[in-house]
């Protein structure tokens, strides 16, 4: 753009018009640069002027200017607010020159303009996506350039993908970007369960046979009667079946044809069931890992068009998953989902006569936030179940004393105590010299010697175990493969 002012004002005395206008020039100026934000460039002959797109910069001249241009006014262009005051701002990315000339053509003021991109936007948008974290952008010529330092390379890709649309494409991304070493989190799940049962049943079975299979009184536990085929003459004869717990005492009585036959019931049993899961799982923060020790077993599924029975896939067993992030303050945020299953017979069905086992779960899904080595009880279950049932004879089993022989009594009582704890732990790799498997330490032996000791396995000459923590506990050598930090 080329401006030549008016030489109207420039025929003036210079006694009579510098101070007229030296006043409404400062004032404009001062007002510009606070509207646009311009810096004031002192006048220096072949001066460098850095510019942004749509920043300025407000220019002084030494002296009144008659002519004032710049070589390319799509990089650049200016305002002209009087013959020693101009103001320059870029256009687009680029390279021009700025002229000032006097009266008598004489270059009074030169500059070098080059106008680069406005980072302004891209920086706010880094710090608002990325707020941890300081990032640095420059311009380099076509280059853009994103220094500094984050977590993930996720976290780099994001701040490229940032820059790549800021640029529109017309500029060539430098990511120099560093990703620090990634945080790994093991995580420990114990899950610890006791189940305790008790049963007791007494009471009286009659039998009386008067030839037929009449049977008089009540059938309590076991079949105490069953039917099966002589070895010899293959007819059928009768036989007690006696239960496989528990005690019973059979009376007979034979006179005048008829067979009179009672067993007393006497049961009492005690069971304990100890469950004790404890799968570990090592994951990069901010990363999903799931961990299965089981199997899977087949589900029949009718098929919608009434044809063949389809095939689904159940999962059983010890199952973990979690997702662990470590946060600024050195504390873990673990969201965990694990799980312990087993087929179990109660409450199967028959499908077409296949049958198909229920599954028996304790799990617990939740998400807590705590320190490195810190446990916390994420779950827990306490049950009591008591049941009495009582069979009896109508009438006979209302007798006092005696009507003990009529009826019979089943008491069941179980407990059950369940907890799920979870323990994170910052860990470091290790050498592979450092690992310890479950099988290091133990040989096998030969046939004679295992016949003669009864052991198949003997620990190995010289096997140490892993040197101890003394303020934690915890093995300083762990057999997943990781240092505890």
Partial sequence: ???????????????????????????????????????????????????????????????????????????????????????????????????????????IYSAHI????????????????????????????????????VSSPEEAALAENLATSFGSGSLTILNRIGVVQPTQVNLRVRIAEVSRSAMKQFGVNWESLFGTDFLFGIAQGADYVSTIADPVTGLPVQSFAFPQSGTRTVFNYGAHGIDLNFAIDALDQNGFLRVLAEPNLTAQSGQQ?????????????????????????????VSLAFTPTVLDSGRINIAVSPEVSELSTAGAIDINGISVPAISSRRA???????????????????NRTTQDATKYPGLGDIPILGALFKSDDFRRNETELLIVVTPYLVEPVSDRQIVLPTDGFEAKGDLDRITSGQAYIAKPGDKAAPMDQQTGVSRKERAGFQIN
């Fill in 1 to 107: 753009m080329r401006t030549r002012l008016s030489t109207l004002k420039l025929a003036c005395k210079a006694a009579l018009v510098v101070p007229f206008m030296a006043l409404p020039v400062l004032a404009d100026g001062d007002q510009t640069e606070r509207q646009q934000g311009a810096s004031i460039v002192a006048p220096a002959a072949g001066s460098k002027i850095s510019l942004e797109i749509g920043r300025g910069r407000l220019i002084r001249l030494d002296r009144p200017a008659t002519e004032i241009f710049v070589a390319d006014p799509t990089v650049a262009d200016i305002q002209v607010k009087s013959p020693r005051v101009v103001y320059v701002f870029g256009k687009n990315r680029g390279e021009t020159s700025l002229f000032a000339l006097d009266s008598e053509d004489r270059t």
């Fill in 114 to 149: 080059e106008t680069t991109q406005n980072l302004e936007s891209l920086n706010v948008a880094l710090k608002r996506m990325l707020p941890k974290y300081r990032l640095a952008t420059a311009i380099l010529g076509n280059s853009l350039i994103l220094e500094g330092t």
């Fill in 289 to 317: 890992a799931s961990f299965l020790a089981g199997g899977e077993f087949p589900i029949p599924v009718p098929s919608s068009t009434g044809g063949a029975f389809g095939i689904q896939f159940r999962q059983f067993g």
């Fill in 365 to 383: 899904q939740t998400t807590v936030e705590l320190g490195s080595g810190q446990s916390f009880a994420i779950a827990g279950l306490l049950q």
